[in-house]
């Protein structure tokens, strides 16, 4: 059971992962549509309705000790987990890497500001983009950058699935695929160089 804990606008945001569905997680709806009534928790599910969730991350935000919202995102997909690039905060929003998704999250009410399917199958994390705007998106398949108001600037693919390490540093972006080969990327999406490696496990 993953968690993580961002400080994002003065609030902070705890997010919880591998939960359970409650009883009261109001609706089971698709995507991207939020559902909730008095007294039940609020849930934002993504995918098709036709699926039960491969990921469920409840998040909640607080300030001054005083919990101020709570609420469960659910997606189809490949399944996702919490960890310490699953989530990073962006102005006054925190964006969620779940399933194939990114979401962002207003800070101070927790209500979608936008919702971006950024890979075929499953979004490892998102990071932000060093001294520029918007961020990218670790996919299984693709890497992306999206921009702060969500929409896709770019993608890129590699030879094999992107499962092995994954930085974003000042320079760019290096990410390693099944085979072992390391991909160097800038921040427009451009291939810089690419090393030759070990397919995993090394």
């Known amino acids: 059971m993953g968690?993580?804990?961002l400080e994002c606008g003065g609030y902070t945001i705890a997010l919880e992962g591998s939960v359970a569905l409650q009883a009261g997680d109001a609706g089971e709806t698709h995507a991207p549509r939020e559902t909730g009534e008095a007294g039940k928790a609020r849930r934002i599910a993504l995918g098709e309705q036709q699926y039960r969730p491969a990921s469920v991350v409840r998040v909640a935000a607080s300030r001054d000790s005083e919990q101020l919202w709570e609420l469960t995102l659910t997606s189809t997909g490949g399944g996702t987990a919490v960890h310490a690039s699953g989530a990073v905060c962006l102005g006054a929003r925190v964006v969620v890497a779940i399933g194939p998704y990114a979401v962002a999250?207003?800070?101070a009410t927790g209500e979608l500001a936008w919702q971006?399917?950024?890979d075929p199958a499953t979004c490892f994390g998102v990071f932000r983009v060093p001294a520029g705007n918007g961020l990218i998106t670790h996919g299984e398949q693709q890497i992306a950058r999206l921009t702060a108001d969500g929409d896709l600037a770019w993608t890129y693919?590699?030879?094999d699935i992107f499962t092995?390490?994954?930085e974003v540093v000042p320079e760019g972006i290096l990410a390693t695929d099944f085979?072992?080969?390391v991909y160097a990327l800038d921040f427009e999406g451009n291939l810089k160089a690419m090393d030759k490696g070990k397919p995993?496990?090394?």
């Open 3 to 5: 968690t993580l804990t």
């Open 105 to 107: 999250l207003a800070a």
């Open 116 to 118: 971006r399917q950024c």
């Open 157 to 159: 693919q590699g030879k």
């Open 164 to 166: 092995g390490p994954f």
């Open 179 to 181: 085979k072992g080969d």
């Open 200 to 202: 995993f496990p090394h």
